[in-house]
């Protein structure tokens, strides 16, 4: 899905687009990390001095675990916040991102609804909100099993919180697109929740290129939502029978 996007941005000259959101993205990134470092090294240190087991393989066991706990920590929390803050606040810009791969791709009838900024911030709330409870106490039950079993726990908290994460924000990368298509939040719920391991693989996506720092940090948005409305043009036009021309 990603490796399309650079082509797409190219051949239908959409690049200028990405610069605005790119750059607010970055801020916002470098602000979040520096945060959640200070947050994720004075819980390793706490977590530490809390646990003294005497028997030294044990307590070398709890050690590494806490740390890797704390690295674990440090990028979900970071991700956690950055994708749904970042995609609310740059809805607009993203809602016309999504809008004008749309129109490149499929021509201007393609698009049925155009939302103001403050109905699009918005509606990007509503979508964000819907599933951050949710994915909260998942991540947060996943961590916690990763405390209660050393080692091995850490491993499986990591996938888990990874899936996890990728499919709720493979979510809302599809909504954009969905958005101007004209689905309300309800029918947008139902078209990617039928579809989650799309949104699993769209969020994926994007989580890896978060793990890019600057760069990553910088296109990690707008390249999700470039992907995730090639995608959606995709099912649309599966579901109406119609042929994808690109």
Do not use: C
């Amino acid at each position: 899905m990603y490796l399309r996007v650079p082509k797409t941005l190219s051949k239908h000259r959409l690049w200028a687009f990405q610069v605005l959101p790119a750059l607010i993205s970055l801020v916002v990134s470098v602000l979040l990390f520096i945060g959640f470092y200070f947050a994720a090294d004075g819980f390793s240190k706490w977590m530490d001095s809390l646990i003294n087991i005497k028997i030294e393989w044990l307590d070398n066991a709890v050690t590494v675990t806490a740390a890797i706990l704390s690295f674990v920590a440090l990028v979900a929390g970071f991700i956690f916040v950055h994708k749904h803050l970042v995609l609310i606040i740059l809805a607009p810009f993203l809602g016309k991102v999504a809008e004008e791969t749309l129109k490149a791709v499929k021509g201007e009838a393609f698009v049925q609804s155009e939302l103001t900024m403050p109905q699009s911030v918005g509606r990007s709330a509503k979508i964000n909100l819907r599933y951050v409870i949710r994915e909260l106490f998942i991540n947060l039950a996943f961590l916690v099993g990763g405390l209660v079993i050393p080692l091995v726990g850490s491993i499986i908290s990591t996938v888990g919180m990874f899936v996890t994460q990728s499919r709720f924000l493979g979510y809302g990368l599809m909504d954009f697109p969905l958005e101007n298509r004209g689905l309300s939040v309800p029918e947008s719920d139902k078209f990617v929740k039928s579809r989650s391991g799309m949104s699993i693989g769209l969020g994926a996506g994007y989580l890896i290129l978060m793990m890019i720092p600057v760069v990553g940090w910088m296109f990690a948005p707008t390249f999700g939502t470039v992907a995730g409305t090639l995608k959606a043009i995709e099912e649309l036009e599966l579901e109406s029978g119609e042929n994808l021309q690109s």
